[in-house]
Nanobody, 126 residues
Framework: VQLQASGGGSVQAGDSLRLSCVAS?????????MGWFRQAPGRERVFVAA????????VYADSVKGRFTISRDNAKNTVFLQMNSLKPEDTAVYYC???????????????????WGQGTQVTVSS
């Protein structure tokens, strides 16, 4: 699976962005778990949101709960991250990831994912 993330940019605090991640190389299986992670300069990559499987559960980091929404369009092999009410602390490189049939307890663990996109920069200024 190859993942291509896009949609990042530079915005003001309070603005919105929608990130997209297109998967190619195989059928975008409904059993494929999809996640978004982010990494700020000098910091570790951290979990943002995940969709366990199509039609199943979604989970979010506490820091983005209520502001970010993960969704997927299987027909377009795409997963989205709608980010509203952006804050300066959301500034990071955002990565999409895919993993086969992840269990709920693994969704926030970057090591559980098999495939990664190249990242897209999100910069939020105050």
């Amino acid at each position: 699976v190859q993942l291509q993330a896009s949609g990042g940019g530079s915005v003001q605090a309070g603005d919105s962005l929608r990130l997209s991640c297109v998967a190619s190389g195989r059928t975008f299986s409904r059993n494929l778990s999809m996640g978004w992670f982010r990494q700020a300069p000098g910091r570790e990559r951290v979990f943002v949101a995940a969709d366990k499987r199509s039609g199943s559960s979604t989970v979010y980091a506490d820091s983005v709960k209520g502001r970010f929404t993960i969704s997927r369009d299987n027909a377009k092999n795409t997963v989205f991250l709608q980010m509203n009410s952006l804050k300066p602390e959301d500034t990071a490189v955002y990565y999409c990831a895919a993993g086969e049939r992840l269990i709920s307890s693994s969704l926030s663990n970057p090591h559980a994912y098999d495939y990664w996109g190249q990242g897209t920069q999100v910069t939020v200024s105050s």
